[in-house]
Nanobody, 120 residues
Framework: QVQLVESGGGLVQPGGSLRLSCAAS????????MAWYRQGPGKQRELVAA???????NYADSVKGRFTISRDNAKNTVYLQMNSLKPEDTAVYYC??????????????WGQGTQVTVSS
């Protein structure tokens, strides 16, 4: 029943911007905290940004001031606005429900992810 579909990735130059979207279905969205994760080459998946159903947010130190997470409950969609992109932001980006916006603790079902590549 649960489905998560990420989109919006692509190839951008350093300093550029991208807006990622995650469409959720299966009745998991409006009352759940949501988060964006990423997994770069040779790295473990890490929590990037998270948002509660009420709009409280948490960000990894590496993206603070550059990324903004938001959600539109009417559209069952969570967004990640990424500005001032750096090569180290290159990764596959995933969204998921989380039990806690600080600890993460994602649920078991993942989407396909969307590739973000930052390179000149």
């Amino acid at each position: 029943q649960v489905q998560l579909v990420e989109s919006g990735g692509g190839l951008v130059q350093p300093g550029g911007s991208l807006r990622l979207s995650c469409a959720a279905s299966g009745g998991i969205f409006s009352d759940n905290a949501m988060a964006w994760y990423r997994q770069g080459p040779g790295k473990q998946r890490e929590l990037v940004a998270a948002i509660t159903s009420g709009g409280n947010t948490n960000y990894a130190d590496s993206v603070k001031g550059r990324f903004t997470i938001s959600r539109d409950n009417a559209k069952n969609t969570v967004y990640l606005q990424m500005n001032s992109l750096k090569p180290e932001d290159t990764a596959v980006y995933y969204c998921n429900r989380v039990r806690n916006i600080y600890f993460g603790r994602p649920y078991d079902t993942w989407g396909q992810g969307t590739q973000v590549t930052v390179s000149s």
